[in-house]
């Protein structure tokens, strides 16, 4: 099962594409999805939107077969897996995602620069109006595109991909990833049981990537060429042939059916950037309440800054959960910040029972 089967249809969302919510999470990554569960668990009715056509952030799009292994709990964990059980654990709430859709813009319900204690209003860009009492950003990096492999755009779809979105697809095949950086190599360390043939191609001599896993990487059996960089793809229909580039000018053919282009992204917070919150080099400044500069909007995650940040999905997690926290209290001043343990309801509903 995916993290997609396990989504229900937006029913939150009525006809006039309006929704009514307490708290709206703007960003269905990890964060967001824990921030969907612990909101649940907090009693409060949540939205989630995103501009993805299904959750799970970052890790899907690029990552959903990469093994994860610094979550608590799991010894390792594939993207995938982690995301469907991220929304099966939120589920139990009834979150509402509006998915497909980027958050554009932050106002009052008269249309203003919000103000302490009024209800706010996102809306994105196909014109549902989220309206909410708070809202907790856990967008990661924003929106991200897979740099280009340079000449490769005519080959996309025809055997150059950015993403492995499922390993078996390159069972028995010859492939070429392309790139130094941790997911180059745990492309390669992740396929070499499964493909015919793995061939590293990177432009440097040193690594990016962690050294362990470059050390693993050279111990198996992907044939590892650096400083080089892809010359050319050949093929009819589909792809045959990857031509590498030497720094001295020799070129040498790589027989391959998939070359995969590990090269990164760039990113952007876009609209974001023009809801009034302090942003620093694309990153939202928080304090220790993961409080942003505007009354009512938290953050937590990748895309939050602050003195001694760790960007790791454990640590959004925990951010997550201190986000949610402070904003029931924003929301009514009378709960305690502090809900007690989920272990102690038998039912695991928290506030949400009472």
């Known amino acids: 099962m995916t993290a997609t089967d396990l989504v229900p249809s937006p029913t939150g969302v009525d006809d006039d594409r309006r929704v009514d919510a307490d708290l709206l999470v703007v960003g269905a990554g990890p964060a967001g999805l824990y921030a969907a569960y612990y909101a649940g668990f907090r009693g409060l009715r ?14 899907m799009a690029l990552y959903p077969e990469k093994m994860v292994y610094d979550v608590a709990g799991f010894p390792g964990i594939r993207g995938r897996d982690l995301v469907a059980g991220l929304v099966e654990q939120a589920a139990r709430f009834d979150p509402v995602y509006v998915l497909g859709e980027r958050a554009e813009s932050l106002t009052d319900e008269a249309g203003r620069r919000p103000r302490a204690g009024e209800r706010l209003v996102v809306t994105t860009d196909k014109g549902t109006r989220i309206t909410c009492g708070a809202v907790v950003i856990t967008g990661g990096i924003g929106t991200f595109t897979p740099r280009p ?68 990487m050279e111990r198996g059996r992907t044939v590892v060429v650096t400083d080089a960089q892809v010359d050319s793809l050949e093929g009819d229909d589909v792809l045959h042939t990857v031509h590498v580039r030497a720094k001295d000018g020799t070129v040498t053919p790589y027989k391959a059916q998939a070359v995969i282009a590990a090269l990164g992204f760039t990113a952007d917070i876009g609209p974001l950037e023009r809801w009034g919150i302090d942003i620093v080099d694309r990153k939202i400044l928080v304090d220790t309440a993961m409080r942003t500069s505007v009354p009512g909007v938290y953050s937590a995650g990748d895309i939050t800054e602050y003195a001694g940040k760790v960007r790791l999905i454990s640590v959004g997690f925990g951010e997550a959960a201190t986000a949610v926290n402070n904003a029931a209290t924003y929301l009514d001043p009378d709960q305690p910040l502090f809900p007690g343990h989920s272990s102690d309801d038998p039912a695991g509903l928290g506030a949400a029972a009472h």
């Open 46 to 59: 949540t939205a989630l939107v995103d501009s993805l056509p299904e959750p799970g952030g970052q890790v």
């Open 149 to 216: 492999l340079p000449g490769g755009a005519e080959w996309e779809g025809r055997g150059l991909t950015y993403v492995v979105k499922h390993l078996a697809a390159h069972a028995g095949q010859d492939v070429v990833i392309v790139g130094g950086g941790d997911s180059a190599v745990d492309w390669a360390l992740a396929l070499e049981p499964l493909a015919a043939s793995v061939t590293l191609v990177h432009r440097r001599r040193n690594f990016r990537a962690h050294a362990a896993s470059v050390a693993d």
